[in-house]
């Protein structure tokens, strides 16, 4: 009796893969937005995405082996992604200390608290950033002028926040989409985030539907609202290729953990946080909705999986 069947929390993965492999897998992917924020915001950027990294390393390490007495795992990429993803949500001017208390919340609260990996309820990295921006909102809305702007100004406002104030304002769609334009250090470019997201479906890290469903649901909803109104603020282009869509469809809605198992749950899913972070973003108090939209729908995904997975052959299943 070799052979163990050996119950573990998720992610669970096959064929030969590993968690340590697909984790350093999404930081590759995560590369060229690296690449397009050192450029756009030069030394900060690497500075605070570093000691992001650090930090939540740092943490996870701690509260494993001195307050849960375990091995650490910090090895395994997990911390290593939320430090980064954490600093792609943050400005590159952000204050060291609130970046800090954002990676001990995310780390301390949101992942360890529940066991650790395979166990947390909600996306790290997101809760850290909703984390900061209600504790914090000036210092999280404080948007640097990029280094390669051609105006003196020392902070600008993002395209979402002047599609509101000044739409008259807002930048040309290509520099949206090479990422131009002031915002969060790793948001800014819609064509890095899309290299990141071919890189991760051709190594199978991923799956196209909780990405192409947030994407296509967000460009389908505000379409809809464009042809019976074409004004700035439905254009669908600018909601796909401004604020932190891109990089929450392709990098954080499709956490292992915290999103749906079956192809139709990932489907409802994807759709269901499009549809609310248009919302979020024409109606709501923020200019910008979809980490909110991310982490509702992190809670809703016990649910999905229950009523998604597909019942056993014989299985009897109880109405009401």
């Not at 992610?11 to 050192?38: C, Q, R, T, W």
């Not at 990429?77 to 954490?86: D, F, K, M, R």
Request: proline share 6%; hydrophobic share 50%; with cysteine.
């Amino acid at each position: 009796m070799n052979n163990k069947l050996i119950v573990s929390p998720s992610p669970h993965v096959h064929s030969g893969d590993s968690i340590e492999k697909n984790m350093y897998g999404v930081l590759i992917a995560l590369i060229p937005a690296f690449l397009v924020a050192v450029y756009v915001f030069r030394l900060d950027a690497l500075i605070i995405t570093a000691l992001s990294v650090l930090f939540c390393v740092g943490f996870e390490y701690l509260i494993a082996r001195y307050i849960m007495k375990k091995e650490p795992s910090v090895f395994d990429g997990s911390a290593i992604i939320t430090g980064v993803l954490l600093a792609f949500n943050v400005p590159s001017n952000l204050p060291i200390w609130i970046l800090a208390l954002g990676a001990l919340f995310s780390i301390g609260v949101v992942k360890m608290s529940f066991g650790g990996l395979g166990n947390n309820i909600f996306n790290p990295a997101i809760a850290g950033r909703i984390f900061l921006l209600i504790s914090f909102p000036a210092q999280m809305t404080t948007w640097p002028t990029p280094a390669i702007a051609t105006t003196d100004a020392t902070t600008s406002a993002t395209v979402l926040s002047n599609l509101r104030l000044d739409p008259g304002s807002l930048p040309a769609i290509k520099d949206m989409f090479f990422g131009f334009e002031g915002g969060s250090i790793g948001e800014m470019s819609a064509l890095a985030l899309l290299l990141g997201l071919v890189y991760m479906l051709w190594k199978k890290i991923i799956t196209w539907h909780i990405p192409v469903s947030i994407i296509v649901s967000v460009a389908l909803f505000t379409g809809i609202l464009y042809i019976f109104n074409p004004v700035p603020t439905f254009n669908p282009l600018i909601h796909l290729f401004s604020g932190g869509l891109m990089l929450g469809a392709i990098f954080m809605a499709t956490d292992y953990v915290t999103s749906p198992m079956t192809k139709s749950g990932m489907l409802i899913y994807g759709v269901s946080i499009g549809f609310i972070t248009v919302c979020i973003r024409l109606w709501g108090a923020y200019p910008e909705g979809v980490s909110f939209a991310i982490l509702l729908m992190n809670a809703f995904t016990p649910l999905i999986n229950n009523y998604t997975t597909p019942k056993r052959y014989g299985e009897v299943v109880k109405n009401g």
